[in-house]
């Protein structure tokens, strides 16, 4: 039973923060409105919402949220002090390449949460996603770096953290 | 409160600025990206940070913005950079070893040249 | 309107300007479109930076909606070039 219906339940959900967040009031009029706008909508869309499949909904969702978007900052922070770096000194260090990296994340919420953060960490952005693999372009590639190594430097950190609250 | 996020302001804008020259001076396309969307992305995040520190009342707003765009900027460029090396813009590498570190501006200057 | 608030519009406005010489003297069409992309999220911020400065809510209802529209509008981009790029390597197998 929770399987059938716990879309229609994280769509409702979802809209109807949105539109709380957008609207910002609580009068029982648009309160009214933003609960059968929701309804609609989930009722509509939630059978084709099938990456919404991903969630791992349990106990410690919004903790493991809450200590990835607190990591996912860090890094991002670190990231643009390193291209700072980069961009005002003379030669800028660049060995960019196009490497091959395996993830572990299954499904597909997952594997677009952990390119959006390769995306926004030091020095990477993900090119293509193509089954279990990612292709990254990575600015300053290390030599003799194989598909383990490479690997290990970029998603495993992420992957740990994302494990939390995505499959 | 308001100076804190004058302050906080600056740093997104001097982010922001940083970006833009590195979407100068990186050598090829994908390199290009990169600077780009991060620079901006935190940028952005600041400025919102900013905001929300002088008018905290505007809060939910604020973290629509912020949440849509941590969530679009990567998708979009990464759909850019893919749709880039589907059609087969090669990767620029810097020719190793017998170019010495301060020739490596004059390296960026030729593979510029070249490209157009 | 404070004087830090005015060094920071400068440097953005700054980076505008910048972004717009890639735009136009890009070398190549790749380049010219990694500047609109970083065009649009820095439009956007000059948005959300009019709302303080007329202190006004309204101006963050624009700003989000330029961003959807740039994010919906980038995504049809690259798929315009990716059916192209797929259709010429159609075409080179063939011929």
Redesign the interface.
């Known amino acids: 039973m929770k399987n059938s219906s716990s879309p229609y339940v994280v769509t409702f959900v979802i809209c109807l923060l949105l539109w709380l967040l957008l609207t910002a009031s609580f009068a029982a009029d648009e309160l009214i409105s933003g609960v059968i706008i929701s309804l609609v909508v989930s009722i509509i869309s939630a059978p084709k919402m099938k990456i919404l499949n991903g969630l791992r909904l349990h106990l410690g969702f919004f903790l493991g949220l809450l200590s990835y978007l607190w990591y996912f900052f860090m890094a991002l922070i670190k990231a643009n002090f390193d291209l700072a770096k980069r961009v005002v000194s003379k030669d800028m260090k660049l060995h960019p390449d196009v490497v091959e990296i395996k993830t572990t994340m299954q499904s597909d919420l997952g594997k677009l949460f952990l390119a959006n953060s390769i995306t926004l960490t030091p020095g990477t952005l993900t090119v293509d996603v193509v089954g279990d693999s990612l292709l990254v372009h990575w600015i300053d590639v290390p030599k003799n770096s194989d598909i383990n190594t490479s690997t290990q430097l970029i998603v495993a950190k992420f992957e740990k953290y994302l494990k939390g609250f995505l499959k | 409160m308001?100076?804190i996020g004058?302050?906080f302001?600056?740093f997104?804008?001097?982010?922001?600025?940083?970006?833009?020259?590195?979407?100068?001076?990186?050598?090829?396309?994908?390199?290009?990206?990169?600077?780009?969307?991060?620079?901006?992305?935190?940028?952005?995040?600041g400025?919102?940070f900013g905001?929300f520190l002088?008018?905290p009342l505007?809060w939910?707003?604020?973290?629509?913005?912020l949440g849509?765009?941590?969530?679009?900027?990567?998708?979009?460029?990464?759909?850019?950079?893919?749709?880039?090396?589907?059609?087969?813009?090669k990767?620029?590498?810097?020719k190793?070893d017998d170019i010495k570190?301060?020739e490596?501006?004059v390296k960026?200057s030729d593979n510029?040249?070249k490209?157009? | 309107m404070t004087f830090i608030e005015i060094i920071a519009m400068l440097l953005i406005g700054m980076s505008a300007l910048i972004g717009l010489y890639r735009l136009i003297f890009g070398p190549t069409n790749p380049d010219r479109i990694v500047a609109t992309d970083a065009l649009n999220l820095i439009a956007s911020v000059v948005l959300v930076l009019l709302a303080l400065f007329f202190d006004s809510v309204l101006y963050l209802d624009v700003a989000l909606v330029y961003a959807v529209l740039s994010f919906v509008g980038m995504i049809a981009l690259a798929r315009v070039i990716e059916s192209k790029a797929d259709d010429s390597s159609k075409e080179q197998e063939e011929s």
């Open positions: 308001h100076f004058d302050l302001i600056l997104g804008a001097v982010f922001i600025f940083l970006g833009a020259v590195g979407l100068i001076r990186m050598p090829d396309v994908y390199n290009r990206i990169q600077v780009g969307t991060k620079g901006v992305t935190l940028g952005a995040i400025i919102l905001l002088i008018h505007w939910s707003k604020l973290l629509v913005i849509f765009t941590l969530l679009t900027s990567p998708v979009s460029s990464s759909a850019i950079s893919r749709a880039f090396y589907r059609s087969g813009i990767v620029w590498h810097k190793e570190d301060s490596g501006e960026v510029k040249e490209d157009s």
